[in-house]
């Protein structure tokens, strides 16, 4: 037999294809051909094969070699194709029968030695294998974990090419994913420590309950970082849809630890800002990897000192807020990753940051505003909640007495209210209030009475909100209605809604 043929998954973004590898020996001068659009990684796998085939014992087979991956159209990344190529070239040598390989996804690279290494991706692979009807995979076994977690699938690994030839030639054992860790208790930063600012903690429960982008405004040490980084805290875990997007994206990442249990806590990035666009949004030569603003998918995307990053670094965020993805563009090719974030920007209200605020300021009122001007009209348009938090004083600071309330009774109503909206919004399949259009809130079965918004209509003729801040106000008032058990918002939700919209900037 000199054809054989062994199914693997490429990735293309997230999204994973199913691909057949191949291989085909004919008589003539000795060398390996590689087709199907393979990037420089998978051109060298024809090095990284044969060594790997001889070291392990087998006999390399001296005759033209073609290897092909199907679909021929769709671009081949990175090293997860060897495994397979290394047995569809020993299949069509004659030396295996691939019968025990028949509807098996094979995934895996080769080192030199022969043993079988992981790769970036397994989840969002063994998905996709999935989807196509593949029910039996083969993966390294530093991946097994990672690919237990797909349900549907029976998951077998290897650790080296020696006993995959093993298996399908005198049917020995493959090893069984390890069983799943306990896992960890850590707790993580509770709202507890906040002393005082009830502004700011008000807002980041409005801001969780509803899913709205939040601006902290405020001197150094009243409390914004703090606020910020318990707003993972108090949000809901992710659902198994939820958990697998977010799992997958890491994957690709390379960033899951090794025990591969899926990711349940919604995520919390805070690039420094010294970040590029490229870290932010993704990028990279060859394939798209996924950037900060994605791997904060479902979770919470942290900016601090966000006047400090670059005015185009702050810009690229502008799309990927509006539509919650973000589409790479290159030359082989587009890559499209999910980016459903709550963005949460911390700020300085000018360059000096004097802890006394404005009382000890030595800014002139134009550096003032240039500094904050960094933070464009239309990115801020885009962040629902923009709050400036006063100073600490002393006798908030040293307070003793009734403790504050912790992140697990605020985390209760935010529940509450993430679980009235998501029952309101049913029809529409949005969830959180600040996924809801802004034409499904002005149709006459949610549209608010004209005495409540008077003073919202009033901003938005007079040209103090945009039409885009005129929805954001009514989607803060539904999120302000829901944490307060009422089924539809007042006027009084409204004003409150307003002043934590315009309050701030």
Not at 107 to 116: K, Q, R
Not at 183 to 198: N, Y
Request: glycine fraction near 10%.
């Amino acid at each position: 037999m000199s054809y054989a043929k062994v199914l693997c998954v490429g990735l293309v973004g997230v999204t994973g294809h199913l691909v057949e590898v191949e291989a085909d020996l004919a008589p003539g001068l000795p060398t390996v051909v590689l087709s199907g659009l393979p990037d420089t990684a998978l051109n060298e796998a024809r090095d990284r094969v044969r060594a790997a085939v001889v070291n392990s014992g087998q006999r390399w087979p001296n005759r033209r070699i073609t290897v092909n991956l199907l679909p021929a159209t769709l671009p081949k990344h990175g090293s997860a194709f060897d495994l397979a190529i290394a047995a569809a070239l020993l299949g069509g040598a004659g030396e295996l029968p691939l019968a025990p390989l028949e509807g098996v996804a094979v995934l895996g690279e080769l080192g030199l030695d022969g043993t079988v290494r992981p790769v970036r991706g397994v989840l969002p692979m063994v998905a996709a294998a999935a989807r196509a009807g593949i029910t039996r995979v083969v993966v390294p076994v530093e991946n097994a974990a990672e690919a237990s977690v797909v349900p549907g699938v029976r998951v077998r690994a290897v650790d080296s090419l020696h006993r995959l030839v093993a298996f399908i030639r005198d049917g020995a054992s493959l090893l069984d994913p390890p069983a799943p860790p306990p896992i960890p208790s850590r707790p993580g930063p509770d709202l507890a420590d906040v002393a005082g600012q009830e502004l700011g903690r008000r807002a980041l429960e409005i801001a969780a309950a509803g899913g709205h982008h939040l601006a902290l405004i405020g001197p150094p040490g009243a409390g914004k970082t703090m606020l910020a980084e318990r707003l993972p805290s108090i949000l809901p875990e992710l659902d198994d849809e939820a958990a697998l997007e977010v799992t997958a994206l890491h994957s690709i990442a390379g960033l899951l630890p090794r025990d591969g249990r899926l990711i349940r806590r919604p995520p919390f990035q805070a690039p420094h800002h010294t970040a590029t666009v490229a870290s932010l949004v993704g990028g990279g030569s060859g394939l798209a990897r996924p950037g900060a603003v994605s791997l904060a998918h479902r979770g919470v995307l942290f900016l601090d000192e966000a006047p400090e990053f670059q005015r185009g670094t702050l810009e690229a965020l502008r799309q990927p807020l509006e539509n919650g993805r973000v589409l790479l563009a290159r030359a082989r090719g587009g890559t499209e990753y999910p980016a459903q974030v709550q963005l949460v920007v911390a700020a300085n209200p000018c360059p000096c940051a004097k802890p006394a605020g404005d009382v000890a300021c030595e800014c002139a009122p134009l550096a003032r505003r240039r500094y904050l001007a960094r933070l464009s009209g239309p990115l801020l348009d885009r962040i629902d909640v923009q709050v400036t938090l006063d100073p600490l004083r002393a006798v908030e600071l040293m307070d003793t007495g009734r403790p504050a309330e912790s992140s697990a009774v605020v985390a209760e109503r935010v529940a509450r209210a993430r679980a009235a909206a998501a029952a309101r919004w049913a029809d529409g399949g949005w969830r959180v209030n600040a996924e809801v259009p802004g034409p499904d809130l002005r149709r006459s079965r949610w549209r608010l009475p004209a005495h409540d918004t008077q003073a919202l209509r009033k901003l938005l003729d007079c040209g103090a909100l945009s039409a885009r801040g005129f929805d954001r106000v009514t989607r803060i008032a539904w999120t302000i209605a829901d944490l307060d058990g009422r089924d539809r918002p007042d006027a009084d939700d409204i004003d409150e809604a307003i002043q934590l919209r315009t309050g701030s900037i």
